[in-house]
Nanobody, 111 residues
Framework: VQLVESGGGLVQPGGSLRLSCAAS????????MSWFRQAPGKSRELVAE????????DYADSVKGRFTISRDNAKNTVYLQMNSLRPEDTAVYYC?????WGQGTQVTVSS
C-alpha cells in the first residue's frame, strides 16, 4: 500500500491550493479516504473524508465552505481543493486510507 501526496506549498492568505493523493497497492474504490492535518505543536486532526464511491463527504467545522474533497476512482486519486486559505490552515496535510498514511505535504499560508 502506498499513498503519495502532492500539491502543497506556500500561498498567501485568501489563496487556493489543490492537494492530490495517489494511491496504489489496494482496491482504492472500496475504501473511505480522508485528509488529516497536523500543525506544529498540535495533534493530528481530521479535515475531510469521502465515501468509497464519492457519494458522501464530511468536513471539520473549521474548513466547511472553503475546502472540497473529491476522488477519481479511475485514477486511484483523492483530492482536496482548498480555497480562502488562512494562516491557521498552515500544517502538514496527510492522506489516509485502508489504515495507511501518506508521507504528508506541507501547506504554509503566509504573506
Amino acid at each position: 500500500v502506498q499513498l503519495v501526496e502532492s500539491g502543497g506549498g506556500l500561498v498567501q492568505p485568501g489563496g487556493s491550493l489543490r492537494l492530490s493523493c495517489a494511491a496504489s497497492g489496494f482496491t482504492f474504490s472500496r475504501y473511505v479516504m480522508s485528509w488529516f492535518r497536523q500543525a506544529p505543536g498540535k495533534s493530528r486532526e481530521l479535515v475531510a473524508e469521502i465515501t468509497s464511491r464519492g457519494t458522501s463527504t464530511d468536513y471539520a467545522d473549521s474548513v466547511k465552505g472553503r475546502f472540497t474533497i473529491s476522488r477519481d476512482n479511475a485514477k486511484n486519486t483523492v483530492y482536496l481543493q482548498m480555497n480562502s486559505l488562512r494562516p491557521e490552515d498552515t500544517a502538514v496535510y496527510y492522506c489516509f486510507g485502508n489504515n495507511h498514511w501518506g508521507q504528508g505535504t506541507q501547506v504554509t499560508v503566509s504573506s
